[in-house]
């Protein structure tokens, strides 16, 4: 699932998921405080459509949602776990499923790594030296549920 967006709308975005006020957008980009609210108001509706759509098609029945952080905490019904769904600016629309397994023995636990570890620094989360991907997903959602 991809977000029908221009580049422009997504930085806003994320400049006010940062903590960016409107108007501070506004004036870096030299445009009015009404086009960066338009452009917002733009990108809220098509980031709730897609976290939404994303918690549909992967049954994942929603029990808290943030549409300007852009993240979503629900519960899988098929895997009976907890489920995340978020946008990250360098990695896009991830679904990550709370578990309890050995990443030790995966052969994608770097890459689960590296995704968790650009997500906590776009989020501003520290993470505390997790050893293992489920660990630091654990660390990274529990300290991200108490921001949103």
């Known amino acids: ?3 029908p967006l221009n580049e422009r709308q997504f930085e ?8 960016v ?11 009015s405080r009404q086009s960066v609210s338009k452009a917002l108001q733009g990108m809220d509706s098509k980031i709730s459509r897609v976290l939404l759509e994303m918690a549909r098609s992967n049954r994942i029945e929603v029990t808290k949602v943030n549409f300007e952080r852009g993240v979503l905490f629900g519960r ?3 895997l009976n776990t907890d489920a995340i769904i978020f946008i990250s600016a360098k990695h896009g629309v991830q679904v990550w499923y709370r578990h ?11 890459e689960c790594e590296g995704l968790l570890r650009d997500y906590a620094g776009e989020m ?3 993470l505390a030296g997790s050893e293992s991907p489920a660990e630091m997903a654990d ?3 529990r300290k991200l549920e108490g921001i949103v």
């Open 1 to 3: 699932m991809f977000l």
């Open 12 to 19: 806003f975005w994320r400049l006010r998921r940062d903590g």
């Open 21 to 31: 006020a409107g108007a501070e957008i506004a004036r870096s980009f030299s445009v």
């Open 76 to 78: 899988s019904v098929q």
């Open 100 to 110: 309890d397994g050995d990443c030790g023995g995966c052969s994608r636990a770097h």
């Open 124 to 126: 501003e989360i520290s």
């Open 139 to 141: 660390e990274l959602f």
